[in-house]
């Protein structure tokens, strides 16, 4: 009986490391994060580049967040921010600032993707370290998907490296399968379930997330309102039912969004709720980066295919690693598998 | 019709040994990940106490986020209405965000949350943070219009219900603004 059940125990206990090893480390096709960097890091030069209209008024001795205010918020934390050494100095600011454009226009094309994301982490931390007052979910979606950037070979699918390391020994390169680029990428998926659980654990206090006026109260906000719809006032029972259904399918995502046959459901759903919060309620940008966010659960295989279907659209057919799939179109693959050694080529 | 793959290669798995360190770092850092938003005030007395343990890390990676979208509930909106007096006497008056002014629509946003920041600072028992923020909006008022006082009111703007948008109440009815004087600054 004793013998029995430490065999069951020892066979669970295995089981539980091959999955873990198989959640975390079976090789991946970085597809999937190199759409991510281009999204991500498009998302990121645009955030940044919006800063540039506004840079002396918030930040420096005359901004609207001058340091006074913001070292008094952040004292006693470990908040970094290399602007602190340098807004002293307008010309010093401009300079960085637009090398920080610099490295996320690089970031996105791909190009030293190794260098670029990291310094693209460390400039997107800084804004955000120096500028709270002024901030909101965009970045911290911006900060988490610069900090898995850098984490994974972001710059192993359609990036300006691999095209020139393409050209450089003439041939397309073979689609580059890594252990980092699944890793990168559960990390993001895992914390994006991380966010809609707490947004959705959050709402739960609010009595009009249970009454059914919470989207009202959003959509009849007219400093947010960016498309009128004061229309659905007229529509209550609707008004009731969007939010029930936003609240239950943020609470619910981290558990529905991992099954294949609930997955695809889900990820429809993320669709109308950003675009709604974008189109609706003016934050185009934090809409658009939370469907940035979720992508990590398309799979590598539906990402090639679709990039190739907007490719052939546009007449370049299947082109090279920079256009997008390396030439070669990979089938959906049944399960992933851990492999102990050696590749597959 | 899905090809088989022609073209691949993989990296070998990392050693055992590298794979333990990896996952011990990986477990670590979805715990913080965890721990960011769930030690957000109002938390338990654990809450605090793992959220102090992991302050560092959440610090450095600006990961101490609620996630709290529009929650507990989207409320009133707030801006901030400012009048200055320049030294010639003149009063300059305006209000941030301004969608006339601030444009696009991100930097809207960003003078947004400057003016719902400074009310959820204000509705904190201790008020010397947001009397810090406001000053620091009235200094750069001050500086930008050469101005020598500087008054600043939030202005809060209730959402009207749906009830009485059906019986023809506009959203920016002035029932549904309250204003109160929230920061005087005189320039030396």
Sequence with gaps: ?345 | MATAPANVESTPLPRPGVRAIVSLIVALHVLAVFVGPWAMPQTSELGANVGRAFQPYLDVLSLGNGYRFFAPEPGPSHLVRFEVTTRDGTLEEGFFPNRAEHWPRLLYHRYFMLSEFVNTLGSAPDTKLADTYARGYAQHLAEEFDGRTVKLYLRRHYVPRTEEVRQGRRLDDKVLYEERLIYTYERD
């Design chain 1, 1 to 345: 009986m004793a013998g029995s059940v430490s065999t069951a125990v020892r066979d669970w206990g295995r089981e539980v490391l091959a999955g873990w090893n198989r959640f975390w480390f079976a090789a991946a096709d970085p597809a999937t994060l190199g759409l991510i960097r281009i999204l991500g890091g498009a998302m990121m030069l645009y955030t940044h580049a919006v800063w540039s209209i506004g840079l002396t008024d918030f930040v420096g001795s005359h901004g609207l967040l001058p340091a006074e205010s913001v070292k008094l918020l952040q004292q006693d934390t470990w908040a970094f921010s290399y602007l602190w050494w340098i807004e002293g100095s307008p010309v010093l600011l401009w300079t960085a600032h637009i090398a920080a454009l610099i490295v996320f226009a690089m970031l996105t094309v791909g190009l030293f993707t190794r260098v670029t994301s990291i310094l693209a982490l460390i400039i997107t931390l800084s804004y955000v370290q120096r500028l709270p007052g002024a901030l909101f979910g965009l970045d911290q979606v911006n900060t988490m998907l610069a900090l898995y950037l850098a984490v994974g070979p972001s710059g192993d699918a359609f990036s300006l490296d691999r095209w020139l390391r393409g050209r450089r020994v003439g041939q397309t390169l073979p689609v580059r399968q890594s252990w980092m680029a699944n890793l990168a990428t559960r990390l993001i998926q895992v914390h994006m379930c991380i966010v809609y659980l707490f947004a959705g654990m959050a709402k739960l206090v609010g009595m009009a997330w249970w009454d059914g006026t919470a989207l009202w109260m959003a959509f009849g906000n007219l400093e947010y309102q960016s498309l009128d719809m004061t229309w659905m006032a007229g529509f209550p029972l609707l008004i009731n039912l969007m939010t029930h259904v936003t609240v239950a399918w943020e609470l619910s995502y981290w558990a529905l969004v991992w099954p294949r046959l609930s997955r695809p459901i889900v990820l429809a759903l993320a669709v109308p709720l950003h675009m709604g919060i974008a189109i609706c309620l003016g934050m185009i940008t934090f809409g658009l980066a939370m469907l940035i966010g979720n992508l990590a659960f398309v799979p590598p295989w539906l990402v090639r295919a679709a990039v190739d279907r907007i490719l052939a659209i546009f007449g370049r057919g299947r082109g090279g690693e920079l256009a997008a799939s390396g030439g070669e179109k990979l089938k959906k693959p049944s399960r992933p598998q851990v492999r102990s050694s050696g590749s597959t080529r």
